[in-house]
């Protein structure tokens, strides 16, 4: 199996078939519709109440995470009977990792999780009859993944952790009751690696300075020989999926030969390679696989709206049973090893998502689940895919939320950004849209560039264009919202996470006139010291970001990055500007919005600097979560004219720091 220790594709962030029609226009909010009541901030950013459902593999339990005190704890309940619902973790503090999975023991959970942040991920098991947990992994910053998991050995998995070189991943067989760990592969300099079912190591791959990649196969007497080079073009894409159970087949989604990603065959004998799965407007980004056989029997692409494509009659039946469900996109989570039993995620825009159970033997579909239980009363809004002209004419997808309205103004625009960027914006429930939506403003997310799922070309197209072209998309974004109608150009805020922080930064400092005011989460400000300071597992991929970005190892990379940086010009920085960090960040360090700060005050523009001490690239605890979106709804009122409502008691149990500025926030204080 392929498991990516760092994602090439997503280096600084943190489901249906459904056709789409291509956008024509959008209606503007009508006159008649009267703004929605002002909805409590926690009713956006609190925990679900359900993540992640999940079908053991004897088919007779199911697993999720839940909050317990604002904290999420892992639950099980009886697939018969899932109202008996029991947590079998109490951790306090800070939740278990979104991601977790069933042993084959049926008697056991593996999950993760970290410290305050710090992205050093330990490894756990917990018995569903006793709650014993058993640490599977070492603590003491060192990361782990899970690499391996099956049916023949369901007292075991293979792992792999840095304990030994914070740069590799060495990999260890271990038990899964008692936590007895083996050496089973140290690895010298792969950046990653494949097994297989039979917990053998198969593939190894390398990056080249040139940032290709080389993958060797092993041999049975423990040496390596060339198997397929990847080309830096379609590194970005190309990723292994598993071997089929017999070992004889590989599952790969490859970008060679052709520009969006397919999923392919490879016959490891004769090495033909077969095209089983492909999306002539978008790339394969996930398969469905089954368990026994491992083999796929369904992929996914991400037009607009989520695409499954069907490899057999099977799984047509299991698309057409959940179609006539209800709506929404579509997102398989796992199957019972029998493949009877499967739990399904049902994605929607405007109201909360939905988890079922899809019965195979009566093709019956039942909901188990509502997410989000306080939506129910909520009034939300759509969120509309949109096509944005670039002004080389690129065509870049993007989704708009618009606010209800009863005057027929044009409403405060708040672009929001993503991270990555090498990353993407999907259609669903967006908290973000949604909040601010219900504030009055309309919300406008885009693709700018080197997002991915739109062929390796649209990712090319970004390469040493950070602050440039990628900057340009999204100007033009505000541009076409603006000669639509869609919102008022006098009043429109920036908002960005991580990369979408870098951009919010370079807003402020390369087209101030266009935004009222920034808000920038962990934005990268230099990147000459952001490259000097990405964590020692990221070693291996810099390759990579050399060839993207910019190489700081040479007089004419220096003088490019230097010039990208948001820091170089801060003298036309004049717009108000909101910062945020994690304080146990290591992707973008605190030093990054601490000389940002710096240099701001120094020339006096008005920054707000607020600091989390437990939280690293992104806000994970809920407490932080409401002080922070308390903080930035203030700001973005005083600037953009949206509504508010009061702070109250929403820093409370929040490590929130005012390090700097709270006196031009109302409410705040320094």
Request: proline letters at 6%; a neutral charge; one cysteine or more.
């Amino acid at each position: 199996m392929w498991l990516e220790p760092v994602s090439r594709r997503v280096f600084l962030r943190r489901a249906a078939w459904t056709a789409t029609l291509p956008f024509t226009g959008l209606p503007r909010a009508g006159a008649d519709e009267r703004p929605a009541d002002l909805v409590a901030r926690k009713v956006f950013f609190d925990e679900p109440d359900y993540i992640n459902v999940r079908v053991s593999p004897d088919g007779e339990n199911l697993a999720w995470l839940a909050p317990i005190d604002r904290v999420n704890n892992l639950w099980v309940a009886p697939i018969a009977d899932p109202k008996a619902a029991r947590p079998v973790t109490r951790v306090t503090g800070r939740s278990i990792g979104s991601y977790f999975r069933w042993a084959h023991t049926n008697r056991h959970l593996i999950y993760f999780r970290d410290h305050d942040g710090d992205e050093n991920y330990r490894a756990f098991s917990v018995d569903i009859g006793t709650n014993a947990v058993v640490p599977l992994s070492p603590d003491g910053g060192v990361k782990c993944y899970l690499q391996e998991v099956d049916r023949k050995f369901p007292d075991e998995v293979l792992l792999r952790h840095n304990q030994r070189d914070k740069r590799y991943f060495d990999l260890f067989r271990i038990k899964v009751s008692s936590g007895a760990s083996e050496l089973a592969f140290e690895n010298p300099d792969f950046a990653d690696y494949v097994t297989d079912s039979a917990f053998q190591l198969r593939l190894g791959l390398r990056l080249n300075p040139a940032g290709t990649a080389e993958v060797s196969e092993r041999q049975a007497d423990g040496s390596w020989k060339p198997f397929l080079d990847i080309p830096i073009g379609d590194v970005d894409l190309t990723r292994f999926i598993d071997f089929s159970a017999d070992g004889n087949t590989l599952y790969m989604i490859d970008s060679r030969g052709r520009d969006k990603a397919a999923l392919y065959a490879i016959d490891m004998t004769s090495r033909k390679a077969t095209l089983l799965a492909a999306d002539d407007e978008a790339d394969v980004v996930q398969v469905a696989m089954d368990d026994e056989t491992r083999r796929p029997f369904a992929a996914k692409s991400i037009r607009d709206r989520v695409h499954w494509i069907a490899l057999d009659d099977g799984a047509r039946q299991d698309l057409a049973d959940l179609a006539g469900h209800g709506p929404g996109d579509v997102g398989i989570i796992s199957d019972s090893f029998d493949r009877r039993t499967a739990s399904v995620f049902y994605e929607r825009d405007a109201e909360s998502g939905e988890f079922a159970l899809l019965d195979r033997k009566t093709r019956e579909v039942r909901k188990l689940f509502t997410q989000r239980k306080a939506l129910a009363d909520v009034a939300l809004r759509r969120l509309q895919p949109v096509t944005i002209p670039a002004r080389d004419g690129l065509k870049l997808n993007g989704y708009l939320t618009q606010p209800a309205q009863d005057n027929g103004s044009k409403p405060p625009l708040v672009l929001a950004i993503h991270g990555g960027p090498y990353a993407r914006d999907v259609w669903g429930f967006n908290s973000l849209h949604q909040w601010l939506a219900n504030r009055g403003y309309a919300v406008l997310s885009v693709n700018y560039r080197g997002s991915t799922g739109f062929g390796k070309a649209f990712i090319a197209k970004a390469d040493r264009e950070w602050g440039g072209r990628m900057h340009d998309d999204l100007i033009d974004a505000v541009d076409w919202a603006i000669r639509r109608d869609i919102a008022d150009p006098r009043h429109i805020g920036f908002y960005g996470a991580s990369y979408g922080g870098y951009s919010a930064l370079v807003a402020a400092t390369k087209t101030p006139d266009i935004f009222a005011c920034i808000v920038d989460v962990f934005g990268i400000s230099n990147l000459i010291t952001f490259m000097a300071t990405i964590p020692p597992y990221w070693g291996p991929w810099f390759s990579v970001w050399k060839q993207r970005l910019g190489d700081p190892g040479t007089e004419q990379g220096r003088a490019f990055l230097i010039e990208r940086s948001p820091l170089t010009h801060i003298d036309r920085a004049i717009r108000p500007i909101l910062i945020a960090q994690g304080m146990r960040d290591v992707r973008v360090v605190p030093a990054e919005s601490e000389q940002m700060v710096a240099a701001l005050k120094q020339r006096g523009v008005p920054v707000t600097y607020v600091t989390f001490a437990d939280e690293g690239h992104g806000f994970v605890r809920p407490e932080n979560r409401m002080a922070f979106t308390a903080v930035t709804e203030a700001f973005l009122a005083k600037h953009l004219g949206g509504r508010c409502q009061p702070i109250g008691d929403d820093f409370s149990g929040s490590t929130l720091r005012i390090e700097t500025g709270g006196e031009l926030v109302p409410g705040l204080r320094s």
